[in-house]
Structures are given as C-alpha cells and as structure tokens.
T-cell receptor, first 117, second 113 residues
Framework: DAGVIQSPRHEVTEMGQEVTLRCKPISGHDYLFWYRQTMMRGLELLIYFNNNVPIDDSGMPEDRFSAKMPNASFSTLKIQPSEPRDSAVYFC???????????????FGAGSRLTVL | AQSVTQLDSHVSVSEGTPVLLRCNYSSSYSPSLFWYVQHPNKGLQLLLKYTSAATLVKGINGFEAEFKKSETSFHLTKPSAHMSDAAEYFCVVNGGSQGNLIFGKGTKLSVKP
C-alpha cells in the first residue's frame, strides 16, 4: 500500500484565496482524521470521519473551514477565504479501529504545508 | 478526562548515550498509549503502542516504553542514541469512547556527535 496520500505537499497563496487540500486514505481504513500542526499550538485535531460520515468537527476553527468525504477513498479540507493565521502543516491520517479497546493506530500522510501571504 | 503531559520540550544527548523522554498521562479508565515520531518535514510515524498487554513495550529502532500505572507514566527509552534518532517525539493517549487520540506537545530530541 502507498500509505496515506496528501496533495499538494506545499501551497503558497494570498489572503482571501480558496485553498483545497486533498487526502487519499489507506484502502480499507474506516476512520479519517484531519490535523493541523503549528509551532504555537502543536498538533490539533480538526475533524474526523467514520465510514465517510463526519463524527466530530468541534476542532474546526471557524466557518471558513469545511471538510468533506464523498467516498471511502477521498477527502478534502477547504479554507475559504484563507487568512495568514491559517498558515500551518495540515496532516491527514487514517486508521482501522481494532479490538475491544478501540485503540486507533493512525497512519499519517506526509502533510500539506500551507503558507498564506 | 484524558490528557497527556510531556515533561520536556527539548532533550539533547550525545550519540551512543541513553535516551529518556518522559510522559505522564491522566485517564479515567485503562488507557491505550502510543509514541509517535516525526522527522523533519515528514508525517508522524508510530513507534510503539501499549494496549493493556505487557507493560514493557518494544518498538521500532530500538525504542521501548514502560507503562507504570502507579506513576501514571509511559516514558520512552533507548539504550544508545543514534544521529538518525534526532526528531520530535509525541506521547499520545486514547481520548475516549470514539477512540480519537490526544497528543502531547512533543519533545524535540537532539543528538550530538
């Protein structure tokens, strides 16, 4: 398996522009997570899906952020309009929940580094 | 509520010396605990996990961690550091019934030649 695939790897855009980040999870994984990483806040969970359904979006900063998962092999995170404070590395991760403990082992993508000027 | 605290934001060791990265957790039930590693400009990779089996857990690249319930700790160790171990390490606890994970703030490990 090629792992979790994210695109683009780097994005530089100007304030006010729309940004779309893409993620292809590992085939067969039924959980998909979007995280944001910054120096100030560390790693923050934005939203996660189970079987393509959003379960918890309480980490989404504001209405400018939206995420979709139209099918089991694709998800998008959209920021519209983008602002400089959105500059961060955005990670997608997927997992297959196993066992009684429900211990999720996440496989992360390489991340999308976003810079908003 | 579940939480995790990494006691050091930065640890520096010399190559060939032991590594100790400290993590304390808080959990209202028997936790699942993980260590992830992030090399520069890379995604996070699972090092090891504890899920209520053996308290001493062995991971990749010679790392291991010991679950100590009495101390609510899950410290990461390695007998001899290698230059390639320089990275950021995250201690993680299973956050609840939905299984979402709670990440610590991370510990940056530097390895000096």
């Amino acid at each position: 398996d090629a792992g979790v695939i994210q695109s683009p790897r780097h994005e530089v855009t100007e304030m006010g522009q729309e940004v779309t980040l893409r993620c292809k999870p590992i085939s067969g994984h039924d959980y998909l997570f979007w995280y944001r990483q910054t120096m100030m806040r560390g790693l923050e969970l934005l939203i996660y899906f189970n079987n393509n359904v959003p379960i918890d979006d309480s980490g989404m900063p504001e209405d400018r952020f939206s995420a979709k998962m139209p099918n089991a092999s694709f998800s998008t995170l959209k920021i519209q309009p983008s602002e400089p404070r959105d500059s961060a590395v955005y990670f997608c991760a997927s997992s297959l929940r196993r066992g009684f403990t429900g211990a999720n082992v996440l496989t992360f993508g390489a991340g999308s580094r976003l810079t908003v000027l | 509520a579940q939480s995790v605290t990494q006691l050091d934001s930065h640890v520096s060791v010399s190559e060939g010396t032991p590594v100790l990265l400290r993590c304390n957790y808080s959990s209202s039930y028997s936790p699942s605990l993980f260590w992830y590693v992030q090399h520069p400009n890379k995604g996070l990779q699972l090092l090891l996990k504890y899920t209520s089996a053996a308290t001493l857990v062995k991971g990749i690249n010679g790392f291991e961690a010991e679950f100590k319930k009495s101390e609510t700790s899950f410290h990461l160790t390695k007998p001899s550091a290698h230059m390639s171990d320089a990275a950021e390490y995250f201690c993680v606890v299973n956050g609840g019934s939905q299984g979402n994970l709670i990440f610590g703030k991370g510990t940056k490990l530097s390895v000096k030649p």
